[in-house]
């Protein structure tokens, strides 16, 4: 009897001894928690077809171009990206030269830019959606020297051409119209004078001229027409393959033009 009255003590002793361990276990502030898991928000869009925020996808940029060439050289860029997301897009080009950044609301689109000194080039393309923005860079290496020799050309404005036999030839070319272009002096240009730096000089005051795609009177104007006062200087424009040259004061004076 002794015997099982000390066991059954004993056993209530354990269990009172364990009921306390566990619930000091239970109650100490000195332990850690931590919970790990994932959250997924989705939607259709901005702001989420089901209420919540969707997260927003960067825009795609791309950028493709002609990194060799020869000072002076036009270099275009195809320019390309798109917003996964629906947003409207901006863009610009930095062209890596200290030169004027171009800019753009639309895409595809196709750049042309003059860089008239050899050096190494970082060509830089952003896309931006308002919120994200992607850029893409190009290296170019554009080279010093160049293998087109200065062409010089002179004439005087009243000199027989095959477009000058009579009076009002060309009028419908889209330049001078009106005008009797007798007193008008045309030269073709060589290959090669693309990008290259040019002047027109006159033993008159004021020289004029125009780029064409040819001397032949199928020939139309590229770009503006130089009539500024005073000698004319630039930079010959991509399809320029003619030069219709002037003077409106003095149309017996001598005209230069310098390509080179």
């Given at each position: 009897m002794r015997i099982l009255v000390v066991v059954a003590l004993c056993l209530a002793i354990v269990l009172s001894g364990c009921a306390t361990k566990k619930a000091d276990k239970d109650d100490d502030p000195s332990g850690t928690s931590t919970a790990t898991g994932t959250s997924t928000k989705t939607g259709t869009g901005p702001g989420g077809g089901n209420g919540t925020s969707a997260v927003n996808r960067a825009p795609t940029a791309s950028m493709n171009a002609n990194n060799t060439g020869t000072a002076p050289i036009n270099v275009t860029f195809a320019l390309n990206g798109t917003d996964a997301d629906g947003d409207a897009i901006t863009w610009s080009l930095d062209f890596g030269d200290n030169g004027t950044a171009a800019n753009g609301t639309s895409l595809p689109a196709n750049v042309t830019h003059l860089?008239?000194?050899?050096?190494?080039?970082?060509?830089?393309?952003?896309?931006?959606?308002?919120?994200?923005?992607?850029?893409?860079?190009?290296?170019?290496?554009?080279?010093?020297?160049?293998?087109?020799?200065?062409?010089?050309?002179?004439?005087?404005?009243?000199?027989?051409?095959?477009?000058?036999?009579?009076?009002?030839?060309?009028?419908?070319?889209?330049?001078?119209?009106?005008?009797?272009?007798?007193?008008?002096?045309?030269?073709?240009?060589?290959?090669?004078?693309?990008?290259?730096?040019?002047?027109?000089?006159?033993?008159?005051?004021?020289?004029?001229?125009?780029?064409?795609?040819?001397?032949?009177?199928?020939?139309?104007?590229?770009?503006?027409?130089?009539?500024?006062?005073?000698?004319?200087?630039?930079?010959?424009?991509?399809?320029?393959?003619?030069?219709?040259?002037?003077?409106?004061?003095?149309?017996?004076?001598?005209?230069?033009?310098?390509?080179?």
């Open positions: 860089y008239a000194a050899a050096g190494l080039y970082n060509a830089t393309f952003a896309v931006s959606d308002g919120k994200n923005t992607t850029t893409v860079t190009l290296a170019l290496n554009i080279t010093g020297g160049s293998s087109f020799d200065q062409f010089v050309a002179s004439g005087t404005p009243d000199l027989a051409c095959p477009q000058c036999s009579v009076a009002g030839a060309n009028t419908g070319a889209g330049f001078r119209n009106g005008i009797n272009e007798l007193d008008s002096w045309f030269v073709e240009i060589p290959a090669g004078a693309v990008g290259q730096p040019f002047t027109l000089d006159s033993e008159s005051t004021d020289p004029d001229m125009v780029f064409r795609t040819s001397c032949a009177s199928s020939g139309t104007a590229i770009g503006d027409s130089f009539v500024a006062a005073g000698p004319e200087s630039g930079v010959v424009p991509e399809g320029a393959l003619c030069v219709l040259a002037w003077n409106p004061e003095d149309v017996m004076a001598k005209i230069t033009l310098t390509i080179g």
